[in-house]
């Protein structure tokens, strides 16, 4: 039994199992952190933008003024948006047999390994995986579409040329592998794959291994997935937490008495407590608006903006803020909103029981009722004639490289009487930043993640079990930045067998027993005597 890593990213998976003759791949996240290198997308031309100056090498060697362009000190490509993508040298693609998915933001990969690998298989998600993802999927193609480049970089990404280049792109890992965004033709083919399951459904792989989807606790629909054959058990927790918010809670009995666990997708801010950054938004905001500024909050069109929204639902009037407009701009906005009331059977039991009263398990029914929260699919339209301010602007997308937060930025990044509240923490702030500068407006990271932490994931071990657990590298040591934080890290008897990108692991499975079948043909020959 192997396990093939095709992702360098802890909570953008893509992992490949080799287990009992077939090929499962565990997730296909796309790491969409490489948008950082890119300078942003605008909605409506901006001078400043426009008038940077190209990039040459201070020996005048080098000359890629076409496509890099100097910005505050640093150095961006100009061109549309790239991203990395999971490792397709390392085997054959085209031999997996099926893909589980864990969540929507475990999926953005899809198209680009059904729809050019040679991918014959079968996809398994839930349906809010399914729905949500395409969502997000058909909402990137949007961004992206709408704003296009007339050119498309390349030369930038030469060994020789890259190696003398100033940082932070000298130090890009993998640009060969970066590409551009899909079509929604790709989205739609790659999604027709998919063949939906329920928690604790059992799906046969060819008679040989079991796979059987589980709650994780951390997004509609998101599961971790038990993978075993008659005498071999093998469980892959990814993205799961154990915090009340609004999805099913987590299952855990069903993860016990395991061979192998499988874990990664853990929480990106292991100090943070997603209470207190709650806290810490609310009182942000409210002194934005009471300061008559206005609030511009970066985010995924689903997820965490559901809590954010609940949240507000509950403080604004508290606050006496009861009349500030909230706005939510996303070409999905209405479509995720509607979502969100819908899956009532994949909600946490006190919102479920809601909908049997019947009343709307989110409170943003109410607030869309009621006017106090707006949606738009974008900035123009109607958006341009309502709006008014101070107000609050949730919107994408979180690497402000594109979407309509590029447009807020260069509106409001000039008053300092404006806050952006990072919630996401997918990105690092100040690169996000840094085509921005010099910024005016106010920057709070407040960011939110309910997945599970290491003192969590320590306990949850401890109940289960497991006789071996493999996790990627940086889970085994320290957070570079805090080498005497012991305790963020999984520290285990036996220890954890961990991985990197490109690695290829082979799985400590002592199998003592197997089935097998006997086939016995018995062949009667009668002989007539004349």
Same mark, same amino acid.
């Given at each position: ?167 932070? *792109?000298?130090? !890009? #890992?993998? &640009? ?5 965004? +899909? @079509?929604?033709?790709?989205? %739609? ?15 046969? *792989?060819?008679? !040989? #291994?079991? &796979? ?5 606790? +951390? @997004?509609?629909?998101?599961? %971790? ?124 039991q006190n919102k479920q029981s809601k909908v049997y009263l019947p009343e709307p398990p989110f409170p943003h029914a109410e607030l869309i009722q009621t006017n106090k929260l707006k949606h738009y699919p974008s900035i123009h339209g109607d958006f341009s004639s309502e709006f008014r301010q101070p107000c609050v602007v949730f919107t994408g ?134």
């Amino acid at each position: 039994m192997k396990l093939y890593c095709l992702s360098g990213h802890p909570t953008l998976p893509c992992n490949v199992l080799k287990f009992k003759s077939t090929t499962i791949m565990l997730d296909c996240g796309l790491d969409t952190t490489a948008a950082l290198y890119f300078l942003p997308l605008p909605l409506v031309h901006s001078p400043r933008l426009s008038k940077l100056p190209g990039w040459v090498s201070k020996d005048g060697a080098i000359n890629l003024e076409k496509e890099l362009k100097e910005c505050s000190g640093r150095v961006f490509v100009d061109s549309q948006p790239e991203f990395c993508l999971p490792e397709k040298e390392l085997l054959d693609l085209s031999t997996i047999d099926v893909i589980l998915i864990s969540n929507y933001h475990c999926m953005m990969a899809l198209p680009y390994i059904t729809e050019h690998t040679g991918f014959t298989g079968t996809v398994y998600a839930t349906e809010p995986t399914l729905q949500i993802g395409r969502l997000l999927m058909e909402e990137l193609v949007t961004f992206m579409e709408r704003v296009p480049k007339a050119q498309a970089a390349t030369c930038w990404k030469n060994k020789e040329i890259q190696r003398l280049l100033p940082g932070p *792109l000298k130090d !890009a #890992v993998d &640009v060969w592998s970066w590409r551009k965004c +899909y @079509s929604v033709q790709e989205v %739609n083919s790659a999604l027709s794959k998919v063949q939906l399951v329920g928690y604790s459904q059992k799906v046969e *792989l060819f008679g !040989a #291994v079991q &796979v059987t989807p589980l709650s994780s606790g +951390y @997004s509609l629909g998101s599961s %971790n997935w038990i993978i075993q054959s008659h005498y071999e058990k093998v469980s892959y927790v990814s993205g799961s937490s154990l915090l009340t918010t609004h999805p099913q809670p987590m299952e855990q009995s069903s993860l016990k008495n395991s061979d192998v666990l499988i874990l990664t997708g853990l929480t990106q801010i292991p100090t943070a407590n997603p209470d207190g950054m709650l806290g810490e938004f609310c009182s942000n905001l409210s002194m934005t608006i009471r300061a008559g500024g206005n609030v511009l909050v970066p985010c995924y069109s689903s997820g965490v903006i559901y809590d954010l929204l609940e949240c507000l639902y509950q403080f604004m009037d508290s606050a006496n803020l009861g009349s500030t407009p909230f706005y939510f701009i996303s070409p999905v906005a209405n479509s995720s909103l509607e979502f969100s009331q819908i899956f009532a059977e994949w909600l946490c039991q006190n919102k479920q029981s809601k909908v049997y009263l019947p009343e709307p398990p989110f409170p943003h029914a109410e607030l869309i009722q009621t006017n106090k929260l707006k949606h738009y699919p974008s900035i123009h339209g109607d958006f341009s004639s309502e709006f008014r301010q101070p107000c609050v602007v949730f919107t994408g997308h979180p690497s402000l490289r594109f979407g309509d937060v590029v447009h807020f930025m260069e509106l409001w990044g000039k008053s300092s009487l404006n806050t952006i509240i990072f919630t996401e923490p997918d990105f690092s702030y100040l690169d996000a930043l840094a085509p921005y500068q010099p910024l005016a407006m106010k920057c709070v990271y407040c960011p939110i993640d309910t997945r599970l932490n290491f003192h969590q994931v320590s306990k949850l071990l401890k109940d289960i079990q497991p006789l071996h657990v493999v996790c990627p590298e940086p889970y085994t040591q320290p957070p570079p930045a805090q080498p005497h934080r012991s305790d963020l890290m999984l520290e285990l008897q036996p220890p954890p067998m961990s991985y990197r990108r490109c690695s290829v692991l082979g799985l400590p499975f002592r199998r003592r027993y197997d089935a097998i079948f006997i086939l016995f043909i018995f062949t009667a020959i009668m002989f007539n005597i004349i």
